[in-house]
């Protein structure tokens, strides 16, 4: 069973640049959460999306976007990229079903650095 | 808001020692769920467990064990007869209960587990 891919791994943009960073759930899996990592801030909860509803959402500023299609595959989008958005960006994938808590499974992330 | 406190930044400790992280929580939700999560160099955060707050029962799961005391709002991690494959940061993390609020997890900060051969 493949799991949570995210692409790219790696990538460099400049200020004021944006950036699109995919997700592809595990198989079955409609609910797609994201995280921010940094090291000063650790690990943030950036927004959640279900059957292609944005459901949760964290404490970021509108810069910070995503949707999800009806594959369930997820994009987030930074916009006028600052130095502060470099970061490591998780997407998380999990089956909701009643009963179930949804477990989070992680992807690999992608490692955004912003010069 | 919920908050979640894992003091140790950084252990390091010879392999086959016993080894325990700490975490502490805060919330005012009276049902919420406690994780574990690993996290290796690679990156991507391993699930490890998932307490429900009405469960306080210790977990043993081979030389992983867990202690959710309630009553000092504490989830701990035993780890018995470290392994070098054990170093990584360790991640502590909270969520609401339901289906909606249990995918935003609030973490700790990390403790960075290095077991030396």
């Known amino acids: 069973k493949a799991g949570v891919t995210q692409t790219p791994r790696y990538l460099i943009k400049t200020r004021g640049q944006q950036v699109t960073l995919s997700c592809s759930p595990i198989?079955?899996?409609?609910?797609v959460s994201w995280y921010q990592q940094t090291p000063g801030q650790g690990l943030q909860f950036l927004f959640e999306y279900f059957s292609e509803t944005q459901r949760n959402k964290g404490n970021f500023p509108g810069r910070f976007s995503g949707r999800q299609f009806s594959n369930s595959r997820s994009e987030m989008n930074v916009s006028t990229l600052e130095l502060g958005d470099s970061a490591l960006y998780l997407c998380?994938?999990?089956?909701?079903?009643?009963?179930?808590?949804?477990?989070?499974?992680f992807g690999e992330g992608s490692r955004l650095t912003v010069l | 808001a919920q908050k979640v406190t894992q003091a140790q930044t950084e252990i390091s400790v010879v392999e086959k020692e016993d080894v325990t992280l700490d975490c502490v929580y805060e919330?005012?939700?009276?049902?919420?769920?406690l994780f574990w999560y690993k996290q290796p160099p690679s990156g991507e955060l391993v699930f490890l467990i998932r307490?429900?707050?009405?469960?306080?029962q210790n977990e043993i799961s081979g030389r992983y064990s867990w202690n959710f005391q309630k009553s000092t709002s504490s989830f701990n991690f035993t780890i018995t007869a470290s392994q070098v494959v054990d170093s990584a940061v360790y991640f502590c993390a909270l969520s609401e209960a339901g289906i909606q609020g249990a995918q935003k997890l609030v973490f700790g900060q990390g403790t960075r587990l290095t077991i030396n051969p």
């Open positions: 307490r429900n707050s009405f469960d306080e």
């Open positions: 998380a994938s999990s089956l909701l079903l009643a009963g179930n808590t949804g477990e989070l499974f």
């Open positions: 198989s079955g899996h409609r609910s």
């Open positions: 919330t005012r939700d009276t049902t919420y769920y």
